[in-house]
């Protein structure tokens, strides 16, 4: 069974800069799909970012960008220019590639994001 | 296009009782699952529907179950309520399965008293 890691229980971050938030995996497929998705406090999970992992280069959306290393199983999110509305949970998330794995989701714990005018 | 919606938004039910959850995908989405949150175990899957059939299952007791129409939205129901049933229920919903981009809902939030 895949786990997904979040050791970051809350990040606080002053409005405008860089953030990192870090998240680990375990998996034994060669093939997945990782994502990042915001949830603020309306509760509206939304998706910010996804990483295809036969994909070398790392996705970018925005000021959203990954460091994705395959490697080392670490998907990091990095959050340029932070802004008051990126505040909120956000989970990292793992769905395998193999079809009978249909949609199902592995999510880490969370990371609260807090942003600081 | 009007995005997930879920139905009731907020729920309290007492224990022993039943509940249904109801949750209509974004038109022409034919994959739905479920989801349950809680400050304790965080995000768990509790099963994927598609083309009415259940695809796949979470580890849930039996009192956890749901259904698909026809028309792609779905119902979970859970039976014999417990307290730590309390918890915020989400429902995604996908163009096909397998799929990788999901849409959720706002959630159902069930208290059990």
């Known amino acids: 069974a895949q786990t997904v890691t979040q050791s970051q229980p809350e990040m606080s971050v002053q409005e405008a800069e860089t953030v990192t938030l870090s998240c680990t995996y375990d998996?034994?497929?060669?093939?997945?799909?990782l994502f990042w998705y915001k949830q603020p406090p309306s509760r509206q999970m939304i998706l910010v970012i996804r990483q295809e992992a036969y994909k070398q280069q790392n996705a970018t959306e925005n000021r959203f960008s990954v460091n994705f290393q395959k490697a080392a199983k670490s998907f990091s999110l990095k959050i340029s220019d932070s802004q008051l509305g990126d505040a909120a949970m956000y989970f990292c998330a793992y769905r395998s590639a193999f079809s009978n794995a249909g949609n199902m989701l592995t999510f880490g714990g969370g990371t609260r994001l807090m942003v600081k005018p | 296009k009007a995005g997930v919606t879920q139905t009731p938004r907020y729920l309290i039910k007492t224990r022993g009782q039943q509940v249904t959850l109801s949750c209509s995908p974004i038109s022409g989405h034919r994959s739905v699952s479920w989801y349950q949150q809680t400050p304790g175990q965080g995000l768990q899957f509790l099963f994927e529907y598609f083309s009415e059939t259940q695809r796949n299952k979470g580890n849930f007791p039996g009192r956890f179950s749901g259904r698909q129409f026809s028309n792609s939205r779905s119902e979970m129901n859970v039976s014999t309520l417990e307290l730590g049933d309390s918890a915020l229920y989400l429902c995604a919903s996908s163009l096909e399965a397998g799929m990788a981009e999901q849409y959720f809902g706002p959630g159902t939030r069930l208290t059990v008293t």
């Open positions: 998996t034994s497929e060669s093939d997945y799909y």
